[in-house]
């Protein structure tokens, strides 16, 4: 099994790359502020801010619930097509009953799929 | 050596991650740590040669399930102070948890260590020189068909019970109503008038 691993040597190699340079574009400039003399933080530097005025609530408003629908959505249809990659690469293999499951498989989610759109979970008004 | 290098990385990375994420203070932080912890393990999967599992990992769990979780963070308006308060009144429940979960554990790898268990036996042998989604593929659509048309259902189910958990008709809005306005003619919204001169106009 290590030639499967091997093959993403090179991304691995890339990951290696991007943190180096990640680091180095973070650390580089504090190191030169430190080290010049010209960090100076106080309050006001360190408060967030938007658009330049102070921020007028917590970051953390809270979301419609409408959202959590659209991802759980997403969710369905990104795991429909996650089943759809082994039975497109294995579809010589598994015959005519293996592509009957996936037609049932795909009918059972349309089903899913119309229920959405009668009930109008697809709108956003 | 790269692989043994790159497990150890991945591993230490998954278990600091997962830890960070149970002990972080902000929920939001907790998820994405979380994220962090579902990449390294999908690095582990990859030194394993499950490279469909890997990808799985990334495009379902970083992709939507984390996304998932941070909707719920942010959809719940809980004061995560209030929350902490109750640390002492949960503390002998939360030590229950653990003390089960250990004991399973010292259980699992005694067992494991005793030998005896021969897991291999139970799972589908490796075709040899078949890539990694090819003999998934021959497995899960064949030998697990039901299971698979099992887990078609499920997904089903969790479609209809989010619609009609959270789904409701919001009245007085105005959404597009696209078939009213292909049907719209000309002689429905517009007059042309002959204006006479020096006279008002009559709407």
Known sequence: MASVAAGYLPILLFLGVALALSTAFVLLPMLVSKATGSSNPYADKLAEYECGFPAFEDSRAQFDVRFYLVAILFIIFDLEAAFLYPWAVSLGAIGFGGWLAMMIFLAELTLGFVYAWKKGALEWE | ?203
Not at chain 2, 26 to 43: D, E, M, Q, R
Not at chain 2, 173 to 178: A, E, L, M, Y
Not at chain 2, 179 to 196: G, L
């Open chain 2, 1 to 203: 050596m790269i692989q043994t290098i790159a497990f150890y990385l991945f591993a230490t990375l998954v278990i600091a991650s997962a830890a960070l994420t149970i002990v972080a203070r902000n929920p939001v932080h907790s998820v994405l740590w979380l994220i962090l912890s579902f990449f390294n393990a999908a690095g582990l999967m990859v030194l394993v040669g499950a490279e469909f599992i890997a990808m799985l990992l990334v495009i379902v769990y970083v992709g939507a399930v984390a996304v998932l979780f941070l909707f719920v963070v942010m959809m719940l308006d809980i004061d995560f102070a209030e929350l902490r308060a109750g640390y002492a009144q949960y503390l002998p429940f939360g030590v229950l948890l653990v003390l089960v979960l250990s004991a399973e554990m010292i259980f699992a790898v005694s067992a494991w260590s005793a030998g005896g268990i021969a897991l291999s036996a139970s799972v589908a042998p490796v075709p040899e020189g078949v890539p990694n989604i090819e003999a998934l593929g021959t497995l899960i659509y064949t030998r697990y068909l039901f299971i698979f048309e099992g887990a078609g259902l499920v997904l089903l189910v969790a479609m209809i019970g989010a619609i009609v958990l959270t789904h409701r008709t919001r009245s007085g809005t105005r959404p597009q109503n696209v078939s009213q306005q292909v049907k719209r003619r000309p002689q429905d919204a517009v007059r042309k008038i002959d204006q006479p001169v020096g006279q008002g106009m009559d709407l």
